[in-house]
């Protein structure tokens, strides 16, 4: 209850925004960032707007297919390969078993080879969407900013990097069995959420 408590707190202020975090300078002294916000553009208990994509095996995904089965969770993450997003992926591969009751679906701006060997190497058992305009990631308000490069690995150990279109903020949305918004997560610690996230499934699916 605690858990589930904190994710509803956590919707709501996401609908309204983030304050900016502290950092600590060079001289060892807090200091405040630019306040950051995140203005969703969907709020607890809406509708999820329409959308589609390509998932890693070239395939369509579209939202309309997805409910009236399970629960979804939505994870945007800004870049395959990299540190915190292998973290992320990790925990969510982790989960699977207490997930088992959702829908998981990742989401970057990254291209459809660069999901494919990623979700290859570490073996994900969900689909990685290729958002590589932030359209998906626009249509719910997650902040989206300039590509980049993200770094590959495939099957035989070989490094590589590949253009990522664009970098999506790393936020998870927990989406119900009828299509409406149950919770909204800015990620902190990259790894952490998909615990919380089997939490909020588990009372989803048992209603």
């Not at 605690?2 to 975090?21: E, K, S």
């Not at 925990?91 to 999901?115: F, N, Q």
């Not at 970098?167 to 610690?189: E, H, M, Q, S």
Request: glycine content about 10%; hydrophobic content about 40%.
């Amino acid at each position: 209850m605690a858990c589930l408590t904190r994710w509803v707190l956590v919707a709501v202020i996401a609908c309204v925004g983030f304050a900016g975090a502290t950092s600590v300078s060079a001289k060892g002294k807090d200091k405040k960032k630019p306040e950051q916000t995140l203005a969703l553009k969907v709020k607890l208990g809406e509708a999820m707007p329409a959308f589609e994509g390509v998932d890693e095996g070239g395939k369509p995904v579209k939202s309309s297919d997805l409910v009236g089965k399970k629960p979804v969770v939505l994870f945007f993450f800004p870049a395959d390969g990299t540190g915190d997003s292998v973290a992320q992926v990790l925990g969510y591969r982790d989960e699977m078993e207490k997930l088992s009751g959702a829908i998981v679906i990742g989401v970057s701006g990254d291209a459809v080879m660069t999901h494919k060997l990623f979700k290859s190497y570490y073996k994900l058992p969900f689909t990685l969407v290729s958002d590589e305009k932030g359209d998906i990631a626009k249509a719910f308000g997650v902040p989206v900013t300039k590509g980049g490069k993200s770094p590959t690995i495939d099957a035989k150990n070989e490094k590589g990097s590949a253009d990522r279109a664009v970098t999506i903020a790393r936020v998870t949305l927990v989406i119900d069995k009828t299509g409406k918004l149950a919770a909204a997560d800015r990620v902190g610690k990259a790894g952490d959420d998909a615990k919380r996230v089997a939490e909020i499934v588990k009372k989803l699916d048992t209603k």
